[in-house]
């Protein structure tokens, strides 16, 4: 048990799209950055709340940008908070130790908020390792560590193995400043390695970690939409019924009524810049589900669509899955159209977006997501998911709206889209596909 005079420091940012994991903006766009680095702070805080729940020790938020007013307004007023000040983080973390020392602690231990295997056993092992040793670190994969801690004693003559001697940023951190632990005759120990998510190459793994844990849904539905005011309600309100799954909005910058009729419809809406495959991304970086399933805003599911999408993925040798395509329209020509989309899919493997992708997270993450494309995004995504596995057909149908054959004509479109996948083969480029595109809409 504690004696009371322990202290748990959680270094994190205010999650300003712009700002935060900088890293991971170019997959997951500003704010899908931004949403990641606020579920794993959330992590991290949940992780040292229930350990201040089993000893009294104090709990202290060292946090970049924002304000002492915005992080109380995000995490509560039940912690302190500082800011981190300047300097590097060798730099900041020492300060955050001494001041723990300086006002009466006798272990004090940080912790970043970008490990979301983080949890408050581990934080408790760490303490407890502190009545043994001087020092105590945190493996990270990239070789640094997302934990320290240590007692009073170590800094009684400072702590030059937070200073500026060390490569902060680099693979060699760790075995840096265990050098100079033993160099100064200190002792140390050290807990589970963990993997931090500073990079598009950790979030598969990353990922994971951040959505185990009871009461999650089965299925998050991701809808990327902008200016879809006449269809978001009629989509998310079938959806709503469903309790296996969160309903997830991601909004490009609609002009219309599109946020509050999503919103009022029950869905969760995050904003984003277009294109796409950023929305997408980012809802995905937001989702709890073992499953994620991508829907077009004008296109509505079956009723037991959660069923479907989980037995399809139960099968042997399946990675992923779609709906059958419906139109919901009664020209003939749309029943031709979706005769051959649905061969296409079946025999080729190669179904369209609009028949709802769906596909495991962690399969999705190791992916790295959609490719940011201009156009093309969910094509190149099902090419990639076919060298991992077969691409299987729920039973049901995936009802798309009519409007694009109503506006530019069955043949027009059916034509259109072929000249597009003809065009991306070519490797024409999908910036230029998408300025043709709209051209010629």
């Not at 303490?127 to 560590?145: K, S």
């Not at 909004?251 to 997408?280: E, W, Y």
Request: with cysteine; net charge positive.
């Amino acid at each position: 048990m504690s004696d009371g005079t322990e202290r748990l420091i959680v270094f994190t940012r205010y999650p300003e799209p712009g700002t935060t994991k900088t890293r991971l903006i170019p997959v997951l766009g500003p704010e899908g950055a931004a949403e990641l680095q606020r579920r794993m702070t959330l992590q991290a805080v949940q992780a040292a709340e229930q350990l201040r729940k089993d000893r009294p020790l104090t709990v202290e938020i060292r946090y970049e940008g924002g304000s002492t007013a915005r992080m109380q307004e995000w995490l509560g007023a039940g912690f302190a908070y500082r800011p981190q000040g300047d300097g590097d983080i060798g730099r900041r973390m020492a300060r955050g130790l001494a001041e723990a020392f300086e006002a009466g602690c006798r272990r004090a231990v940080i912790v970043g908020s970008d490990i979301p295997g983080i949890s408050s056993a581990l934080m408790a092992e760490a303490f407890d390792r502190l009545r043994r040793h001087d020092l105590v670190f945190g493996p990270a994969a990239d070789g640094g560590y997302y934990l320290i801690g240590g007692n009073a004693a170590c800094f009684r003559h400072g702590a030059p193995y937070l200073g500026a001697g060390i490569g902060w940023g680099t693979a060699g951190v760790l075995d840096q400043t265990l050098g100079i632990l033993r160099a100064m005759g200190l002792s140390h120990a050290q807990v589970a390695p963990l993997t931090d998510v500073d990079r598009p190459g950790d979030l598969a793994e990353g990922m994971k970690a951040l959505s185990r844990g009871p009461g999650r849904p089965a299925l998050s539905v991701i809808i990327p939409a902008l200016n879809e005011a006449g269809q978001i309600a009629r989509s998310v309100s079938a959806l709503s019924k469903t309790a296996a799954a969160e309903l997830i909005v991601v909004d490009g910058g609609s002009s219309d009524a599109t946020v509050a009729i999503a919103a009022a419809a029950g869905a969760r809406v995050l904003k984003s810049r277009p294109p796409r495959a950023v929305q997408m991304n980012t809802g995905a970086a937001a989702a709890a589900g073992d499953i994620l399933v991508f829907l077009h805003a004008d296109t509505r599911l079956p009723d037991d669509f959660a069923h479907q999408v989980t037995s399809t993925l139960a099968a042997p040798g399946v990675c992923a899955g779609a709906f059958h395509l419906h139109i919901d329209a009664t020209a003939h020509g749309l029943r031709l159209i979706e005769r051959a989309a649905n061969w296409r899919a079946h025999c080729l493997q190669l179904p369209y977006g609009d028949q709802a992708l769906f596909m495991p997270m962690g399969t999705f993450w190791e992916l790295a997501g959609f490719r940011v494309l201009a156009i093309m995004e969910d094509f190149e995504m099902v090419r990639r998911l076919k060298r991992r596995g077969r691409v299987a057909l729920a039973p049901g149908c995936a009802a798309t709206s009519a409007r694009r054959w109503q506006r530019q004509g069955i043949l027009k479109t059916w034509l259109l889209n072929q000249w597009l996948i003809t065009a991306y083969h070519l490797g024409i480029s999908t910036d230029r596909l998408a300025r043709w595109y709209r051209i010629k809409k």
